[in-house]
C-alpha cells in the first residue's frame, strides 16, 4: 500500500491514490490538476522522509469542487454597557481527488 502525507492548505493529510480531502480554497477550476506538497511518503515498508528523496516525489490531484465549511458565530457582550456584536464566519474549502502518487 502507497501513501502520503501531504501539506494541503496549512494542514498535513494522509493520501492514497483515489481519496477525496476536503482543504482550504485552492485556487483553479473544477478539473484541473493540483500539485501537493508531500511531507512523507510510505510504500510499503519503505518510508521516505527526505528532502532530497522528496523531491523526486509528486502527488497530483484533481479539483472536484468548491465548498464552504460549517458555519460558526463569534458573539462578544460586556456586561452593563450595552455592548454586543454578533459575526459570523464560513471557511471556504475545495474538494480534492488523489489522482497520483509518482
Given at each position: 500500500?502507497?501513501?502520503?502525507?501531504?501539506?494541503?492548505?496549512?494542514?498535513q493529510?494522509?493520501v492514497?491514490?483515489?481519496?477525496?480531502?476536503?482543504?482550504?480554497?485552492?485556487?483553479?477550476?473544477?478539473?484541473e490538476?493540483?500539485?501537493?506538497t508531500?511531507?512523507?511518503?510510505?510504500d510499503?515498508?519503505k518510508v521516505?522522509?527526505?528532502?532530497d528523496?522528496?523531491?523526486?516525489?509528486?502527488?497530483?490531484?484533481e479539483?472536484?469542487?468548491?465548498?464552504?465549511?460549517?458555519?460558526?458565530?463569534i458573539?462578544?457582550?460586556?456586561?452593563?454597557t450595552?455592548?454586543r456584536?454578533?459575526q459570523?464566519?464560513?471557511?471556504?474549502?475545495t474538494?480534492?481527488?488523489i489522482?497520483?502518487?509518482?
Amino acid at each position: 500500500m502507497v501513501y502520503a502525507i501531504v501539506k494541503a492548505g496549512g494542514r498535513q493529510e494522509k493520501v492514497s491514490v483515489g481519496d477525496v480531502v476536503v482543504m482550504n480554497k485552492v485556487d483553479g477550476e473544477v478539473g484541473e490538476t493540483v500539485n501537493l506538497t508531500p511531507l512523507m511518503l510510505v510504500d510499503g515498508d519503505k518510508v521516505t522522509t527526505g528532502a532530497d528523496d522528496l523531491a523526486k516525489v509528486t502527488v497530483t490531484a484533481e479539483i472536484v469542487r468548491p465548498e464552504k465549511g460549517k458555519k460558526i458565530t463569534i458573539q462578544k457582550y460586556k456586561n452593563k454597557t450595552g455592548y454586543r456584536v454578533r459575526q459570523g464566519h464560513r471557511q471556504q474549502l475545495t474538494r480534492v481527488k488523489i489522482t497520483g502518487i509518482k
